[in-house]
């Protein structure tokens, strides 16, 4: 999560977020699930993109929903539904090869290139044939990749992190937890398990060689020391939410990455020129601190890279790391069966804060459409469309990478507008807008300018500001997509200061906690927005729009707040991780959530969704305490029943939920675990009395036991009939 205002531009709004925890909701209590759930606790246990992947028949989907709901929790269990089970699969420290000893979990563990990383994020399953080949439809055996969005570096230590200058150990332990791994998974006497030593376990960290790729290759503004050229680049880091292409490969989205980064105090006047405003944009003013200090470890290039000042005496930043920025915020694309092939950041795409990336249906003879998001404050919706169009053919291409050349490297790139009577439009983000060539904002030289900056493109052409857009998911029947909007804390009825927004049709709340007594109203608990393109077709320039899901309290006003009539078995806040099953057609929603937690640990729901305009227009009429009123038109759509909408699992305390990928049959789910317990000083790692969470230690995973350093998790969750997931 981003939490700085960077977008200042005077576009119409669709804005914010909510940054730090809010103090109501800081203080966890102990809680219990009902005899309708299983918990796991005390033995041992048991986030998205989906879209049309590969031409394998879908299954019929579920028209309502086969399990109970699981009840809201602060305990620090993780709880799924009666007569499911699940069990961790690996978690933070995991070795993925023989010669790597087993994670101590005392902050004594190194080699973490070795290693699973932490914060695991978005993920996706890669089937495995008996003989080790892809198997699109193998149900047993596979391949995890998945995300290491961040660190909770304070565990990563035997005492917590040191102050700056950092060790060059300690440096060296965190920089290769981020980035992504390739972990083979089997089943074997019925349940599944991952494999230490196999030959298909791979890491990828911000130490790797990785190759640029797409219309900015070459660019004058990717030119570095490690890569003159700029053709090349190092590693991948802050990687959050995930995709899967027709073709096979993993797509990872490089998401809050600008807050790794050092500058000067200094570094406007070093620089004197344009870049000054792209690097103000993308939230690197000068004198900017960097997250974890990695510059201050020493002078090798490992760590000088992070200091993103203009040192050198070249004019193209070839002798320095001036540069290093633009190397980051990509889609990268790697290939999970095999570890020869190329890493490749995709730089037809565009650069930002990027979340998931996820396919539109797929139509032979006509272009492919990737949609994305960029998690940031007052931050757009985009779409990439193909140059090439879809052969379905190359479903099966013996070369997944040559295929990612052909369908990711040229086309065009989209920025949304959304209109208050449910319209919409894309508007295509090239050098030839006039609005852009001409930007008073921000001087592009070419269409490699305008990919890698992309958010003042879309400034120029008035694109809309929206919620923090995280995830995105295609449904495999409609094509419709999905997206969250996770929240924004600077939501006004009526704007007084800078970075606030005021109410607009597709961001119509701004409201108090129904407990808060006082505090200043705004949109706490998010939403869920839906596109239908004009015609179904991904290259449609045209949309029409409407809200899915009101994140709420189930005791929200419902003529203002709960807008989507949530219950008590529904209610939820901050929806972040989104996914659809390819085997029911189920939509799966996990929270990030700070503005809930007195009442529930962060959760994951299943849904069946309608389409767009299965609703109503709703006008709604906020009254001002100085007299007279706020209205707005909103367009909601249909209040889920009972058996359309309900809670399916809630994490352990300080946690994130997500990344959620299943097996091709639907009787495998696969979810993601993210920093339980992530609240804790350097001064407290000593104490385990002060953890907020001991999971999944106290469940008898790893080491540590019932006083264990938390650690990020994936788990597998099945059910116990063996059962499709949700029937």
Request: proline fraction near 4%; glycine fraction near 12%.
């Amino acid at each position: 999560m981003d939490d700085n205002e960077l977008n200042t531009s005077a576009n119409p709004s669709f804005d914010s977020v909510l940054g730090a925890r809010l103090s109501r909701r800081s203080l966890l209590r102990g809680g219990v699930g009902t005899a309708a759930t299983a918990v796991l606790g005390s033995w041992s246990v048991a986030a998205c993109g989906g879209g049309n992947d590969d031409d394998t028949p879908a299954p019929a989907p579920l028209a309502t929903l086969g399990f109970a709901a699981v009840a809201k929790s602060t305990a620090d269990v993780l709880t799924v539904p009666a007569g499911y089970s699940a069990s961790v699969l690996f978690a933070l420290g995991d070795p993925l090869d023989a010669a790597t000893a087993a994670f101590r979990n005392d902050g004594s563990d190194t080699d973490f290139e070795r290693r699973v990383g932490d914060h695991h994020d978005g993920m996706f399953f890669f089937g495995l044939s008996a003989n080790g080949t892809r198997d699109d439809n193998a149900g047993e055996r596979g391949l995890l990749a998945l995300n290491h969005e961040a660190l909770t570096d304070n565990f990563l230590h035997a005492a917590g992190s040191s102050a700056r200058p950092r060790p060059a150990a300690e440096s060296d332990k965190e920089i290769p937890a981020h980035g992504i791994a390739v972990v083979e998974i089997a089943k074997s006497s019925g349940a599944f398990a991952y494999r230490a030593g196999s030959a298909f376990n791979r890491r990828i960290t911000p130490l790797t060689a990785i190759e640029l790729a797409g219309p900015a290759r070459g660019n004058a503004l990717m030119k570095t020391r490690y890569s003159p050229a700029g053709t090349g680049c190092r590693g991948t880091i802050n990687n959050c939410g995930s995709g899967r292409t027709p073709w096979g490969t993993y797509l990872s989205g490089e998401e809050n990455w600008s807050g790794y980064f050092f500058r000067g105090a200094a570094d406007d006047a070093a620089r004197a020129d344009k870049s000054v405003a792209s690097l103000n944009r993308y939230g690197r003013a000068q004198g900017a601190a960097s997250r974890h200090g990695w510059e201050t470890s020493g002078a090798e290039d490992r760590f000088a890279r992070w200091d993103i000042s203009k040192t050198g005496a070249s004019a193209d930043g070839s002798d320095d790391y001036r540069n290093e920025m633009n190397t980051f915020g990509w889609v990268v694309e790697l290939d999970p069966y095999d570890n020869s092939a190329t890493v490749k950041k995709r730089s037809a795409l565009g650069r930002f804060a990027h979340e998931s990336a996820d396919f539109g249906r797929l139509v032979a003879g006509q272009p492919l459409a990737v949609y994305m998001g960029d998690d940031s404050r007052g931050e757009y919706i985009y779409k990439f469309v193909s140059a090439a169009n879809w052969d379905a053919a190359d479903a099966k291409a013996a070369n997944r990478i040559a295929a990612g050349d052909k369908y990711l490297d040229a086309g065009k790139l989209y920025v949304a507008k959304f209109d208050a009577d449910g319209s919409g439009q894309w508007i295509e983000l090239t050098i030839a807008n006039a609005a852009i060539a001409g930007y008073a904002g921000y001087a592009f030289a070419d269409q490699a300018d305008v990919l890698v900056n992309a958010r003042l493109a879309a400034d120029a052409v008035g694109a809309t500001k929206m919620d923090r857009p995280e995830w995105c998911a295609v449904h495999p029947g409609t094509g419709e997509i999905y997206y969250t909007l996770t929240n924004n804390s600077n939501r006004r009825l009526q704007p007084s200061g800078s970075g606030q927004q005021a109410l607009d049709a597709a961001n119509p709340r701004a409201y108090l906690d129904p407990e808060a007594t006082t505090g200043t109203a705004s949109n706490l608990n998010g939403h869920i927005i839906r596109i239908k393109e004009s015609g179904g077709a991904g290259a449609a320039t045209a949309f029409r729009w409407d809200v899915y899901l009101f994140g709420s309290q189930a005791n929200g006003d419902p003529a203002l707040v709960n807008l989507s009539g949530l219950t008590a078995d529904q209610d939820f806040s901050s929806p972040d991780g989104l996914w659809f099953s390819r085997n029911t057609g189920l939509c799966w929603i996990q929270t990030d959530d700070g503005a809930y937690t007195d009442a529930t640990n962060c959760m994951m729901l299943a849904g069946v969704p309608g389409s767009v305009g299965d609703g109503a227009k709703t006008t709604l009429s906020y009254p001002l305490s100085g007299g007279g009123s706020v209205t707005v038109d909103t367009y909601v759509g249909r209040k889920p029943s009972a058996d359309a909408l309900r809670r399916f699992l809630v994490g352990p305390k300080d946690c994130e939920i997500t990344g959620v990928t299943e097996t091709p049959d639907g009787k495998a789910l696969f979810v993601n675990i993210q920093h339980p317990g992530e609240t804790i000083a350097a001064a407290d790692v000593a104490d385990p009395g002060k953890y907020l969470s001991h999971w999944p230690g106290n469940t008898g995973y790893g080491a540590g036991g019932a006083t264990a350093r938390p650690r990020s998790a994936t788990v597998v969750i099945t059910k116990n009939d063996g059962g499709r997931i949700g029937s």
